[in-house]
């Protein structure tokens, strides 16, 4: 796995390599290994799948703001070079999309935002429960909750439990702590690129409602909602989203 900076990444290549290199940014408490390979290793140019920074393989510590992990990231696209990057980022890594949006517009060919929004509000008993040890097993229970549906399959939920687990708990509770300090909706207007927003008609933590909101809100938009799909929807339909990229990436050459 190669690094840039004080961030790990993996990278795929293969199919067209005159398509934008794609920017994969994970959700809060997890890794660059929590993109399904049919997403992390689509044939469409070069892939960067990425760890933010104290998580999975990457230095630091948890970022307890989003601008913080954006700072980061418009580094990482600095010292590799990356222009017309397409910035995929799920849950807090579509928050993240959004600020590298404003900060690196010029370095951007367009963003996609998947179970994301404006806005990310945690509720107050996990973000109270997950900053104590004898209630973090309370945060972890009611977060995994929220982030499956009730079409999501238990082998997914498990999954979730266990990665939840294992981070550790500071930046689990910075990564909660960013989400519920974000509020993007006065810059929205200020998004230049094409964006394609994905969410799932069941989803908890993001609701319909935030997608439909973006999508509303951003000057250059489309949305796609996946029926049955929970805050997992990359874990739940990880054919279907690849099929959205690539169909996303290839309009823009």
Not at 29 to 41: A, F
Not at 59 to 87: C, I, M, P, T, W
Not at 139 to 160: N, Y
Not at 170 to 178: K, R, T
Request: hydrophobic residues 45%.
């Amino acid at each position: 796995m190669p690094a840039s900076g004080a961030l790990y990444y993996l990278l795929h290549e293969s199919g067209d390599p005159t398509r934008p290199p794609l920017v994969l940014i994970h959700n809060l408490g997890g890794s660059s290994l929590d993109w399904p390979p049919e997403i992390r290793r689509l044939s469409a140019g070069r892939i960067f799948a990425l760890d933010l920074p104290g998580h999975g393989k990457s230095a630091g510590a948890g970022q307890q703001a989003v601008d913080g992990y954006a700072q980061s990231l418009a580094a990482f696209l600095n010292e590799l070079n990356l222009k017309r990057a397409v910035v995929v980022g799920h849950g807090l890594g579509g928050a993240i999309a959004l600020e590298l949006g404003r900060r690196c517009r010029a370095r951007l060919a367009g963003l996609c935002l998947i179970n994301s929004g404006a806005r990310l509000p945690v509720p107050g008993d996990i973000l109270e429960n997950v900053a104590h040890p004898s209630t973090r097993p309370l945060a972890v229970q009611a977060l995994t909750s929220l982030l499956s549906g009730p079409q999501t399959p238990a082998p997914l939920v498990d999954a979730l439990t266990g990665r939840l687990n294992a981070v550790r708990p500071s930046v689990l509770h910075a990564d909660l702590q960013a989400c519920d300090a974000f509020d993007f909706t006065r810059h929205l207007k200020r998004i230049p690129v094409p964006v394609l927003v994905i969410g799932g008609t069941e989803d908890r933590f993001t609701p319909p409602a935030f997608a439909q909101a973006l999508a509303a809100s951003l000057p250059h938009a489309a949305l796609q909602m996946i029926d049955g799909a929970s805050h997992l929807a990359p874990w739940e339909e990880p054919r279907r989203i690849a099929a959205l990229l690539d169909l996303f990436t290839a309009t823009l050459r």
